[in-house]
C-alpha cells in the first residue's frame, strides 16, 4: 500500500478554508447525544460513594439498610466486586490510572476515593441510597495524612513516568552562571488546576450476544476498548467500545472509575447500567493538573546571549501512581546555552492522582521560563523579543536534532508588527488610564508536534457518496469536520459528499486525541486510504452494492519519518489593566500568532488557539484548587468554588498564524489543540509586571496578591 505520497491532482477546495462543525447542527439542537443521554431497556443506574477520609482502610461497607430502599439492586465494594487485572502497560506507556482498578482493596489513598457503586432502578434511587450507605473507616487516626505541597521538603525524587530522560545536563551551570554579566534566579509557582470538561464523564456498559458494550465519553475508543479488555481478561474482540460526541476532554477522559464500575455492574446484574459522574465526584476521580515550584537559573553575557539555563520543576504526584507534570520540557526546546540543565521532579502525598491536562508540562513550565526571560530582559536591558532572537537555536538545545521548522521569530514579527510592539515604552509603570495602570507583555510558545500509528478505511458508495471510518474521538475540536475536509480534497469531490463516522472501536486501532496528535495522526490514515481508493476508481468500472473499501495503516510511513525535532511555535502578546486600589487585573486584549503547519480548517483552528488562550487568561489570573490540609480534600469542588474564567474576563483574543510548510512531511499538520494555552499565562504576568513594576512569580494574580505587592513603579 502507498503510504508516502505526497502529490495529489486535487484543488484542496476543502482544506484551508472555513467550515462549519459538520455535527454543528445536532449539537446546537440538542439532538446531539451524549453517553449519558441515551436511553436503553432495562437500563440501571449506578452512583458512586468516595471516601470521606484521605487515608487509612475500609473497614465496613454496611450495605444491608440500602439494600432494603426503594429501587436498589447491588452495593458494589471491594468485598464483593469482581476482580481486575491491573497490572498492564498502558498506550502510554504507564500503569493504568488508578481510579480504574477499583473496589480490589481496602485501601484508601486519598479523601474521594471510589469506595462503593450503588446501582438502581433509577438515578434518583441509585443516588439517595449511595448518600445513605455508611462506610467505616480505620487507620484514620493512626495514620494522619499530609496533603501540603511544600517545595522546602526534600524527600522528592527525579520522576520517570511521563519524562524518560527525567534529568538533561550539559556544561558547567556554576561556572557560566559565575561569568555571566546578567543573572536571574528566581521561583515560580503554579497551583492545583483542574480540567473539569462541561460534559461529566459517562459510560453505560451491557453484554450484548456475548460482547460487552460500551458507550462512553472518552479520548479513543480503541484505547478504552483495549484496557477494558485487559482489566477484565477478555478478547479485545469482545470488546465494542463507541463515543459518538464528547463535550470536551482536556487530558481526563481515558479510563477511569465510571467505565469499570458500569461493567462491573452490567456483569453482576446481567442488564445494561450507566454511571454518571457528578461535577463534584469529578474533583478526584479523573485527575488535574499538579502543583508546580519551579526555581529558574539564567545567566546571559551583556548582549543578552546565554551562557547558563537551569530549570528545576517539582510537583506532586499520589501514593498509588507516579504521575510527572514535565514543566522543564520547554526548556529543553526553546532555547540553548552553554551550561543547559533541565529536572522534573515529584514528591507523593496523599492526594489524588494528577494526569495530562491541556499542554500538560508546556503549561506550567512556559509560565515560569518565559516569565524568567522577560525578568531577564529587563534586567539586560534588551527587548524582550530581541532577547529570543539573540537566542533563537538551530538545533535541539537537548536533542541536537535539526527543527523540522522554526517559525518562532517569524511569529513574533508578525505579532509584533499587529499589536503594535513598536511604540511600547520599556520602562514599567508609564501609562495610566484613570485608575488603571497599563502594561502590555509577550511571551513564547512550542508545543510538540507528533504522529501515531493509525488505520482508517474509505469506502465509495454505489449512491457516489464516501464513508470514513476510523476510530478518531472528537472532543469538541471539530476533529471530525477536519476529517472530512481532508478525505474530500484527496477524493476530488465537495466535503457534503463524505461522511467521517468516528467513535467505534470496531473500526480499528487508531491513535487517541491528546497530545495534540490527533488530527494529524488520523488524517494521515485518511489521506493514505482515500489516495488508495481514488486510484482503484480510476481504473474505472461500476460500484457494486457493498461499495469499495480501501484500508490503510500508517505504522511503517511514520516510521520512516526523518528524525526531527517537530514542534508548533507561538508568540503570545497581552494588554493588561490593573486597578492596585482594588487589585483587580483586566486582560483589554491579547493576540497569539502561531506556526503550526497546515491549517486544515480555520474557523475550528482559530477555535482551539482562542480557548487556549482563554484558559491561559484563566490560569494567570483566576484558577486555584484550595486543598485543606486538615480534611485533605478540596474546599469547593464545583464551579462555584473553583472559579474559571468567565465571558466578563475574556476580552476580543485574536489568533492568527504564520505559513509554515515542512518540506518533508507527507501530511503537514501540526495540530493546534494545546500550544495556544502555552506561554499565554507568562504573557499575561509579564504585562501585569510592565503596569505596575511588580513581578507576580505565583498564579494566580490574585486580586489580594496585587494589593499586597502595590505597585514597584515610581508613580507619574
Ligand atoms: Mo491532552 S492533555 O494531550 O489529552
Known sequence: ??????????????????????????????????????????????????????????????????????????????????????????????????????????????????????????????????????????????????????????????????????????????????????????????????????????????????????????????????????????????????????????????????????????????????????????????????????????????????????????????????????????????????????????????????????????????????????????????????????????????????FSTRKLMACFEEGARRFGWADRDPRPGQRRDGRWLLGTGTAAASFPSGSAPSTAAVTAEPDGTFTVRITASDVGTGARTALTLVAADVLDVPSDRVRVRIGDSDFGQAFISGGSMGTRSWSWAVETAARDLREQLALGGVVPPEGITARSDTADAIGALAARERHTFGAQFAEVAVDVGTGEVRVRRMLGIFAAGRIVNPLTARNQLVGGMAWGISMALHEEAARDPAFGGLIGADFAGYHIAAHADIPNIEADWVDDTDPDDPVGIKGVGEVGIVGAAAAVANAVWHATGVRHRNLPIRPDRVLTAGTGAPRA
Not at 15 to 42: C, N, Q
Not at 177 to 190: F, K, P, Q, R, W
Not at 222 to 231: N, R, S, T, Y
Request: net charge negative; aromatic share 6%; charged share 25%.
Open 1 to 402: 500500500m502507498t503510504t508516502t505520497t505526497v502529490a495529489t491532482t486535487t484543488t484542496n477546495r476543502a482544506v484551508g478554508t472555513s467550515h462549519t462543525r459538520v455535527e454543528g447542527r445536532e449539537k446546537v439542537t440538542g439532538t446531539a447525544r451524549y453517553a449519558g443521554d441515551i436511553p436503553y431497556a432495562e437500563l440501571a443506574h449506578g452512583w458512586l460513594v468516595l471516601s470521606t477520609v484521605a487515608r487509612g482502610r475500609v473497614r465496613a461497607v454496611r450495605t444491608g439498610p440500602v439494600l432494603e430502599m426503594p429501587g436498589v439492586l447491588a452495593v458494589l465494594h471491594h468485598g464483593n466486586a469482581p476482580h481486575v487485572d491491573g497490572s498492564y502497560t498502558t498506550i502510554l506507556g504507564s500503569k493504568p490510572y488508578p481510579t480504574a482498578v477499583v473496589f480490589q482493596d481496602d485501601r484508601v489513598p486519598h479523601m474521594g476515593w471510589p469506595v462503593a457503586l450503588v446501582v438502581a432502578e433509577t438515578s434518583e434511587q441509585a443516588r439517595e441510597a449511595a448518600e445513605a450507605l455508611q462506610v467505616d473507616y480505620v487507620d484514620y487516626d493512626a495514620e494522619p495524612h499530609e496533603v501540603e505541597f511544600d517545595p522546602r521538603t526534600s524527600d522528592d525524587y527525579v520522576g520517570g513516568a511521563r519524562d524518560l530522560d527525567g534529568e538533561t545536563s550539559k556544561g558547567d551551570l556554576e561556572a557560566e552562571l559565575g561569568a555571566s554579566a546578567v543573572v536571574v534566579d528566581e521561583e515560580y509557582t503554579t497551583p492545583e488546576e483542574h480540567h473539569n470538561p462541561m460534559e461529566p464523564h459517562a459510560a453505560m456498559a451491557r453484554w450484548e450476544g456475548g460482547r460487552l458494550e460500551v458507550v462512553d465519553s472518552n479520548q479513543g475508543s480503541m484505547w478504552i476498548a483495549g484496557e477494558l479488555a485487559k482489566l477484565f481478561s477478555l478478547d479485545p474482540a469482545a470488546v465494542r467500545v463507541r463515543s459518538e460526541h464528547i463535550g470536551g476532554a482536556f487530558g481526563c477522559k481515558g479510563v477511569r472509575t465510571h467505565q469499570v464500575a458500569a461493567v462491573m455492574a452490567a456483569t453482576v446484574l446481567q442488564r445494561p447500567v450507566r454511571v454518571v459522574l457528578t461535577r463534584r465526584q469529578m474533583f478526584s476521580i479523573v485527575g488535574y493538573r499538579s502543583p508546580t515550584a519551579q526555581r529558574i537559573r539564567l545567566g546571559a553575557d551583556a548582549d543578552g546571549r546565554l551562557r547558563a539555563l537551569e530549570h528545576r520543576s517539582l510537583s506532586v504526584t499520589s501514593t498509588v501512581h507516579e504521575f510527572v507534570e514535565g514543566a522543564s520540557a520547554p526548556a529543553r526546546v526553546m532555547y540553548d546555552a552553554d551550561a543547559h540543565y533541565t529536572v522534573n521532579q515529584v514528591m507523593q502525598r496523599d492526594v489524588p492522582t494528577p494526569t495530562f491536562m491541556r499542554a500538560p508540562g508546556e503549561a506550567p513550565g512556559s509560565f515560569a521560563l518565559e516569565a524568567a526571560f522577560d525578568e531577564l530582559a529587563e534586567r539586560a536591558g534588551i527587548d524582550p523579543i530581541a532577547l529570543r532572537a539573540r537566542n533563537d537555536p538551530k538545533t535541539g538545545p537537548v536533542s541536537g536534532m535539526p
